[in-house]
C-alpha cells in the first residue's frame, strides 16, 4: 500500500523545516527510513512500474497461448519453465482472462456441459 501525497507531503515539510530529523520522523509516524529518504529524493507517487518482465517473456507466453488456447496454467508453465503463480500473473499482466466457453474445456466433456453443437 502506498502512502497518500499529502501525508507523504506533510512528512516531508517536518523534516526539511528542521523541525524533526529524519530518525524522529521515522519514529513518529511510524515508517521506515529508507521510504523518506527515497520520498526525500522524489517526493513523487510512481504509477507504472518500468522494469520488463523478467522470468516469462510477453511474446512467449502470447504465442504459447496461441498455439495452446485449451491449455491449463500447469502445462503452460511446465512448458516455459515457470510457476503455475507466475503463469497466472503473467497471463493477467496482458489482459488475459480465464475461458468462459465450455464447449473449448478439456475438463467436461460437451454432453456433460448441456451444450450442443
Given at each position: 500500500?502506498t502512502?497518500?501525497?499529502?501525508?507523504r507531503?506533510?512528512?516531508i515539510k517536518?523534516v526539511?523545516?528542521?523541525?524533526?530529523?529524519i530518525?524522529?520522523?521515522?519514529?513518529?509516524?511510524?515508517?521506515?527510513?529508507?521510504a523518506?529518504?527515497r520520498?526525500?529524493?522524489?517526493p513523487?507517487i510512481k504509477?507504472?512500474?518500468k522494469?520488463?518482465p523478467?522470468?516469462?517473456?510477453?511474446?512467449?507466453?502470447?504465442?504459447?497461448?496461441?498455439?495452446?488456447?485449451?491449455?491449463?496454467?500447469?502445462?503452460?508453465?511446465?512448458?516455459?519453465?515457470?510457476?503455475?503463480s507466475g503463469?497466472?500473473?503473467a497471463?493477467?499482466?496482458?489482459?488475459?482472462?480465464?475461458?468462459?466457453?465450455?464447449?473449448?474445456?478439456?475438463?467436461?466433456?460437451?454432453?456433460?456441459?448441456?451444450i450442443?453443437?
Open positions: 500500500m502512502y497518500s501525497a499529502d501525508f507531503a506533510q512528512v517536518s526539511k523545516n528542521k523541525d524533526m530529523s530518525r524522529e520522523a521515522c519514529t513518529f509516524y511510524n515508517i521506515s527510513k529508507t523518506l529518504q520520498w526525500l529524493k522524489n513523487n504509477q507504472t512500474r522494469k520488463p523478467s522470468k516469462i517473456p510477453n511474446d512467449a507466453l502470447l504465442k504459447d497461448v496461441e498455439q495452446y488456447p485449451d491449455d491449463y496454467m500447469y502445462e503452460r508453465a511446465q512448458r516455459l519453465n515457470c510457476s503455475k503463469i497466472e500473473i497471463l493477467k499482466r496482458l489482459g488475459i482472462s480465464q475461458k468462459k466457453d465450455l464447449r473449448t474445456s478439456k475438463s467436461m466433456s460437451n454432453q456433460k456441459s448441456g450442443s453443437e
